[in-house]
């Protein structure tokens, strides 16, 4: 009696809790932020690259990552700069930022074929600035 008393419970505690349990909206269903502004898709997927390009130069000069993904740095900035701006970042200078990414971006990408490792590194940091000037208008600076 009492196991069917329980087995009842937590039939109807389980019922409660999903009757209670509304749709959450997914980031995904609103690529550019629409719901709440919380996602900038083309700000992420270039930050993926930007993070396993830059890193390993950063902590220990390795610049591979960076020479073979570069082209991949610069098809990212093209798309993310084409995309359109999320509404609260939809302002000239947000757009100026994204158009200095897209051309340090291309511009890293003809320095790999032939630059020194230096001019690369440095280029390679300058994109990195740049992707957190636009990561921190996003952020509010946080």
């Known amino acids: 009696m009492y196991s069917k008393n329980l087995q009842c419970i937590i039939f109807l505690l389980t019922l409660f809790l999903f009757s ?3 749709k959450t909206e ?3 269903d609103h690529p550019h932020g629409e719901a709440g502004e919380s ?3 083309e700000m992420d997927d270039f930050h993926m690259i930007m993070a396993e390009t ?3 130069y950063k902590d220990s000069l390795n610049l591979e990552p960076a020479k073979t993904r570069a082209a991949e ?4 900035a093209e798309q993310w700069a084409a995309a359109p701006l999320p509404h609260k970042v939809d302002n000239e200078e947000v757009k100026s930022k994204l ?3 897209k051309s340090e971006a291309a511009t890293l990408a003809e320095n790999v074929k032939s630059a020194d490792d ?3 590194g440095d280029q390679l940091t300058k994109l990195h600035d740049t992707f957190h000037q636009l990561e921190d208008a996003w952020y509010g600076g946080h």
């Open 99 to 101: 158009e200095n990414l």
């Open 20 to 22: 209670c349990a509304g």
């Open 39 to 41: 996602v900038w898709k």
């Open 26 to 28: 997914n980031a995904h």
């Open 118 to 120: 230096n001019v690369i």
């Open 54 to 56: 830059y890193h390993p």
């Open 73 to 76: 740095l610069m098809t990212a």
